[in-house]
């Protein structure tokens, strides 16, 4: 008798851890991405044509999500308020991932030091395992790769924003 209970024991132990690692790898593919930051967010696999597109696949780039909302919230004194950070899509290129945003008509980029500081540093503080942040202008044909950099770099180096590809 004793042997039978001994048996039936372990097989129970056994079953339970068992499913007790399966529930945990279900809820850590479940998990969003996170780029390396505490702000996550989940893939949008819906790829919507765009002239965008285009420009990114011809230079080598895999679409790996399309428009992407971040919210966040910022918390002053008692007040919570609220936010979101736009991402037009991720994409990965050499096993590195990168943050597009493309051009507005609207809303132009400023090409100085502090128009990139208002407009691209917040992406590359979210996420600091990004290789950089595309911005792509597709009426001039032209994707910008921008990533931080220090002042103390070579300009021969390490440039803050390469011109990828041109098709003008």
Not at 79 to 86: A, G, K, M, N
Not at 144 to 156: F, G, R, W, Y
């Amino acid at each position: 008798m004793s042997d039978y209970t001994d048996g039936f024991l372990m097989v129970a132990i056994a079953g339970i851890a068992l499913l007790l690692l399966y529930r945990g790898f279900r809820i850590w593919l479940r998990k969003p991405f996170t780029l390396g930051s505490g702000v996550g967010f989940e893939f949008n696999e819906d790829i919507q044509e765009h002239p965008a597109v285009d420009l990114l696949e011809s230079a080598g780039y895999k679409i790996v999500s399309d428009k992407l909302k971040v919210p966040l919230a910022f918390r002053v004194e008692e007040q919570v308020l609220h936010s979101r950070l736009y991402i037009d899509y991720v994409v990965k290129k050499h096993g590195e991932y990168y943050l597009v945003r493309r051009s507005r008509e609207r809303r132009l980029v400023e090409w100085t030091g502090a128009g990139l500081r208002r407009e691209i540093l917040p992406y590359l503080l979210l996420y600091p395992d990004c290789a950089g942040v595309l911005y792509i202008d597709t009426e001039q044909g032209q994707i910008k790769e921008i990533t931080l950099s220090t002042d103390s770099d070579d300009a021969d180096e390490a440039s803050y924003i390469k011109d990828i590809w041109r098709t003008r």
